[in-house]
């Protein structure tokens, strides 16, 4: 059987110069959501543990019909799970929000009122040229989930948080009205496209995630899509296989997901196709997961929330996250 580890930290590994596979950090974040893996991995298989799991929360698991590996905390040969690591330069070129911004800019796919820039002369002669935006964000280039990024003001703007913000490119966008969020995978295997799906993906006013909802295949999920904000997701799902194409053609062997979200502007919804770009597994992934398994519901929602705020477990609300974690997560069918 394969041995896995649940490399949670593989951003870090690709970007951080500073990275330690053997960090609280990286550990932490692996303890956090290796239950990941349960939800996702469908064949008997060895796992490198990083979290201990109680037995009462691993036979709950497999009343759910999931494939509980044997586990080995020690094992010294195991494959990656999260990235898939092939070419170290291919991976950090693909996982850039660099990258995604100037595909975007380049095929009208995005970006296009945005600038990749790299100090505070060139963001005030960017900012001029949209003097009707309020409301500006800068993104690191390498960051995830929301992480570091820094909305402001023009009229306010604090000049000493933005120059230390400079000490690289970032990109600098305005701040749109973001009406829902959604993910699009490609399953790629040796340049072919096996699959797609999209998923809903909630996310804070941050940019943090917050769970997600899918449906058993792209037609059910567009319909779910349909009914809930009256908006054809048609245009998007050819757009973001041709987006996909191009990372493809990029270098991309493996799990390819396109973030896109709708927004509105003067009362009409409109389409920004690509953000960015996650050249790794997601947890859309998990979110799907789930959509296949429970595939006679119409669709699922998977929630994460702090244990502290997290509401009570209830018949139609399946807790999926194993006892002593930060972060509560559970999945409704409907």
């Given amino acids: 059987m394969k041995t896995y580890k649940v490399d949670l930290d593989y951003e870090s590994s690709l970007f ?51 494939v509980i590996p044997d586990f080995n905390p020690k094992a010294e040969t195991y494959e990656n799970w999260w990235g898939f690591h092939h070419n170290r330069s291919v991976e950090q070129l693909l996982n850039s929000k660099l990258t995604s911004a100037r595909i975007a800019r380049e095929n009208g796919w995005g970006f296009h009122e945005g600038d990749i820039v790299s100090s505070l002369k060139e963001l005030k002669l960017h900012l001029e040229k949209f003097p009707e935006k309020e409301n500006w964000i800068i993104k690191r280039p390498h960051s995830f ?3 570091g990024h820094y909305q402001f003001q023009p009229q306010s703007i604090n000049e000493g948080i933005i120059e230390k913000i400079l000490s690289s490119p970032v990109l600098l966008e305005p ?4 009406v829902f969020d959604i993910g699009t995978t490609f399953i790629v ?31 059910k999920f567009k319909k779910y899509i349909q009914n809930k904000f009256h908006y054809d997701l048609t245009e998007l799902e050819l757009m973001t296989k041709k987006i996909a ?8 062997v493996s799990n390819v997901q396109i973030d896109s979200f ?33 595939s006679h519901s119409s669709h699922i929602e998977w929630r994460i929330e702090t244990a502290k705020t997290a509401s009570v477990e209830t018949a139609d609300k399946v807790l ?10 559970y999945f409704k069918r409907y």
Wanted: with cysteine; glycine share 8%.
């Fill in 262 to 294: 709708i927004y509105k502007e003067k009362g009409q919804l409109k389409l920004y196709p690509l953000v960015e770009v996650n050249y790794r597994k997601t947890m859309g992934l998990v979110i799907q997961s789930l959509a296949d398994k429970f």
């Fill in 320 to 329: 999926l996250s194993p006892a002593g974690n930060h972060f509560s997560s």
């Fill in 175 to 178: 701040v749109y009205e973001r």
């Fill in 145 to 147: 989930s929301g992480i």
């Fill in 245 to 252: 194409e191009k990372y493809i053609e990029a270098g991309a």
């Fill in 189 to 219: 295997n040796e340049k072919n496209i096996l699959r797609q799906f999209m998923v809903e993906n909630f996310n804070s006013t941050s940019g943090g995630f917050l769970g997600g909802a899918g449906a058993e295949n792209v037609d």
């Fill in 16 to 66: 951080a110069p500073d990275y330690n596979a053997d960090s609280s950090a990286s550990k932490k974040i692996i303890r956090e959501f290796e239950y990941i893996f349960f939800i996702v991995e469908k064949e008997k298989c060895v796992l490198k543990n990083y979290k201990d799991y109680e037995n009462k929360y691993l036979d709950h698991m497999k009343s759910l019909g999931f």
